[in-house]
């Protein structure tokens, strides 16, 4: 159970995060011009690929029209197409390259943004945290497959969908 000093400070670097992620926004490569939930859409076409209009609907609590609209935007800026559907099945929605292209950079300025975070952390406390932050994961994995695709467990995700699950930075 975390305690009351642990949540403390996650809520303080959390809290410290957020607002220099906003004093940095300027500078965020286009992210700015995409809403948060524009944004998280396509995270999520990318990291439980493929995802459908349902699932969408579901995660933001929208109506399938506001979910067609927000999947019409994505595909219209060129970062989400919708293969054609066949038979009644829902067509799945997959990131363009220029969707990969435009994550990828949003990654390497997060990834620029955030090395102040652990400018003072060692290789031991590299891999502390990264064990914690595997068992986060796994953690946030399972409530995701199971609120939001009805699944249970990751070996439920066809094998190229977990292998794209958790996209490693570039350079």
């Not at 220099?20 to 011009?33: N, V």
């Not at 396509?42 to 969408?56: C, H, K, N, T």
């Not at 435009?102 to 031991?124: G, H, T």
Request: one cysteine or more; aromatic letters at 6%; proline letters at 4%.
């Amino acid at each position: 159970m975390l305690d009351k000093d642990i949540l403390t400070l996650l809520f303080e670097a959390s809290l410290k995060s957020r607002l220099l992620r906003e004093w940095q926004k300027s500078s965020s490569a286009g992210a700015d011009t995409l809403s948060e939930r524009e944004m998280l859409s396509l995270e999520m076409i990318q990291a439980y690929s493929p995802v459908g209009q349902r699932a969408l609907s579901k995660v933001f609590d929208i109506s399938p029209g506001a979910a067609s609209h927000l999947v019409n935007q994505l595909c219209a800026l060129g970062l989400v197409e919708r293969p054609e559907r066949k038979g009644p099945r829902e067509s799945l929605l997959k990131l363009t390259e220029k969707g990969k292209h435009f994550l990828d950079d949003i990654k390497k300025i997060a990834a620029q943004r955030y090395a102040y975070l652990f400018a003072d952390c060692n290789e031991p406390d590299f891999e502390i945290l990264r064990g914690i932050l595997k068992k986060i994961n796994e953690a946030t994995d399972r409530k995701v497959l199971e609120s939001v695709f009805g699944r249970t467990d990751i070996t439920d995700l066809p094998r190229e969908q977990m292998r794209r699950r958790s996209p490693r930075l570039k350079g």
